[in-house]
């Protein structure tokens, strides 16, 4: 029978606290939920979270890079953070959420605003941490997933697990392929005929290892292992002819984690080692280029509890960088250094909490201006809380910002930080009742970016100059609930978001036209809604997206229109004793909408996908 207590998320009880569990206050935080996960399983991990929030996704065809835009914020202004550790490339401060199998990844949550204090670089927009967490005395598992569907497309993923008390192994390793070869109705040409996608195949492959071990002494050790390798089909816009131009990212990344509690004093020790190659081929424009780049990242940090209700956290983080390039002179190097101090208070009653953050670094030989946070949370009266958060931010430049050379382009090694200014105020209303759940949130935020990074011509070189400012604002809405009924159960949630970014300083070459005027590609307008419901052996879910118009350019002279995006999900349990089998049916784009997030790329209509998934404990250790 199903209970409300079976289905509410609880965050698990981890011996390994972080800073995003202690020392996050004031910033909206969104956890995606179990059911998400579930049935985007087999996808990456733009699609899980274009459907579970409202992160702007934007993407050069269905497979070209999948970036993010959090509150009016390019991708470069989001931190995503990998069992605490930094993967965004080194060399262009990017990450494309479409190259993150969502499978490999235990714990998902977005954390909404500026908070570089605690994160270091990039972190303006907000962080998006992926956690991958031991799952302690529960035998042997595995669980094996399959799909097929529309255009080719093919996934088969398999997980195992062994474990004890005290000890757990995971192997998790997925294959996936799709051929994208929709037709679609091409506006850019006369007549607008109908034509076939093409080069557009992904095939991707991928491996994430770990080794947990939790020691009598109030210890723990992690390891951690992820290869993945994604051969990607480019392809070009609908105006022009089939191209033939593909990128293969191979990349490699290894960890090692250490904490230990000593009476009141938490230590955490984390060392990082990660790999990337992308090799990039276009046969049109004579362009055969491989870029790589190492990252070595060490993290120290102690949180100690100085008395009853009052956390002090310190600690520091190294980064050593090498990038190759043919555009590069020479095996270029950076290392960077980094201090930081937080203190938390909670007052007796346990109604105001206040966290304060400072950040310090030492990067490309110069100390760069402080960084801080202050932030709150006060239960109000009741389910009533409020929160706030002010911090200031900043970004540092790229590989490529600093270092890029050929006869076209030339970086600047004297390039500042960027700098940011964030705010958010908010209310959040919770009751719980006896057979109903229901939670609102409701925040307003303000981002003002300074010194951006912009590349400018001169005497017909392109080189990169801090100049543009951008001001982003707007408003959240967030509704959650459930509702138990005899043997039925509904959950509903709702994510509502309204953004103004506009560029606030030109630079002198541009018009004035382009004052105050929309960024491209962030919508006024976003909303989310998730329905579903189960009785028994049987659920269903309706997930219902819209994406309000966005502008293309910077004059705000060309528009994509606005679009519903409807996903349906229906899921059947096999009564099969000692172990779990699920089948289920996807219907993606279930309106048939039309639709781009970047201009002249289109994606595919109604189409359909069929699996099956696997689950069951073979014994106990």
Do not use: C
């Not at 207590?5 to 202690?22: G, P």
């Not at 101090?341 to 007052?347: E, N, V």
């Not at 949630?493 to 590609?521: C, F, G, R």
């Not at 996807?586 to 781009?596: G, R, V």
């Amino acid at each position: 029978q199903v209970t409300i207590s079976d289905t509410l998320h609880i965050n698990d009880v981890n011996i390994v606290s972080n800073r995003l569990q202690n020392f996050v206050t004031g910033n909206r935080l969104e956890e995606v939920d179990s059911l998400n996960k579930e049935l985007f399983q087999n996808k990456d991990l733009a699609e899980l979270l274009s459907n579970s929030s409202t992160i702007a996704i934007k993407s050069y065809g269905v497979s070209g890079l999948g970036s993010a835009s959090i509150r009016g914020t390019n991708t470069n202004h989001i931190a995503v953070l990998w069992n605490g550790f930094n993967i965004q490339d080194p060399l262009t401060a990017g990450l494309g959420l479409n190259l993150i199998p969502s499978s490999f990844i235990d714990d998902i949550s977005i954390q909404y605003g500026g908070s570089s204090s605690l994160f270091g670089s990039g972190a303006i927009g907000g962080v998006i941490h992926l956690n991958n967490k031991a799952d302690f005395h529960k035998g042997t598992k595995l669980n094996f997933m399959t799909s097929y569907g529309s255009f080719h497309s093919y996934y088969a993923g398999l997980d195992i697990s062994l474990s004890n008390k005290n000890f757990n192994t995971k192997l998790k390793t997925f294959y996936s392929s799709n051929e994208n070869d929709f037709s679609f109705i091409n506006t850019a040409k006369f007549g607008k005929p109908e034509e076939l996608n093409e080069n557009s195949k992904v095939e991707s492959e991928g491996l994430l290892y770990e080794n947990f071990i939790r020691f009598a002494d109030y210890s723990l050790l992690s390891t951690h292992y992820w290869y993945q390798n994604i051969f990607r089909e480019i392809p070009n816009n609908m105006a022009a002819n089939p191209g033939t131009a593909w990128q293969k990212d191979i990349s490699h990344k290894a960890a090692i984690k250490y904490y230990k509690n000593i009476n009141k004093v938490d230590l955490y020790v984390k060392s990082g080692l990660f790999y990337s190659n992308l090799h990039y081929f276009n046969d049109d424009i004579n362009i055969d280029a491989v870029h790589s780049s190492i990252l070595w990242i060490t993290d120290f940090e102690s949180k100690i509890e100085l008395f009853t209700n009052h956390l002090l956290n310190i600690g520091f983080t190294n980064e050593y960088t090498q990038g190759n390039s043919e555009n590069f002179s020479s095996n270029e190097e950076l290392n960077k250094l980094a201090f930081f101090l937080s203190y938390k208070l909670t007052t007796k009653n346990k109604k105001l909490v206040l966290v304060g953050t400072l950040r310090e670094e030492y990067h490309n030989e110069q100390f760069i201006q402080p960084n801080f946070s202050l932030g709150g949370n006060l239960i109000i009266v009741g389910k009533l809380e409020g929160k706030f958060n002010i911090s200031k931010n900043y970004r540092l430049p790229t590989f490529n910002d600093l270092f890029w050379a050929d006869g076209f382009a030339k970086g600047n090694p004297n390039l500042k930080p960027e700098n940011a200014y964030s705010s958010e105020l908010g209310i959040i209303y919770s009751p719980l009742q006896k057979k109903q759940v229901l939670g609102i949130e409701l925040t307003i935020f303000g981002n003002y970016i300074k010194d951006l990074i912009l590349w400018q011509p001169t005497d017909n070189i392109w080189s990169p100059i801090n100049l543009k400012e951008n001001f982003a604002r707007g408003v959240e809405l967030n509704l959650h609930g459930q509702y138990l009924k005899n043997k039925y159960l509904f959950n509903y949630k709702l994510a509502y978001s309204y953004t103004k970014s506009s560029i606030e300083k030109i630079a002198e070459n541009e018009s004035e036209n382009i004052l105050h005027n929309q960024l491209p590609d962030v919508p006024f307008h976003q909303l989310n809604i998730t329905l579903s419901a189960r009785y028994k052996n049987i659920s269903i879910s309706l997930i219902q997206g819209y994406t309000g118009e966005v502008y293309t350019d910077l004059t705000n002279s060309r528009v994509l229109e606005d679009y519903f995006l409807g996903n349906l999900a229906i899921n059947y349990k096999l009564p099969v004793k000692k172990m779990r089998i699920n089948t289920f049916l996807k219907i993606n784009n279930i309106w048939n909408s039309t639709y781009q997030t970047v201009y002249l790329y289109p994606n595919p209509l109604r189409n359909y996908e069929l699996g099956f998934k696997m689950n069951f404990n073979i014994q106990k250790l």
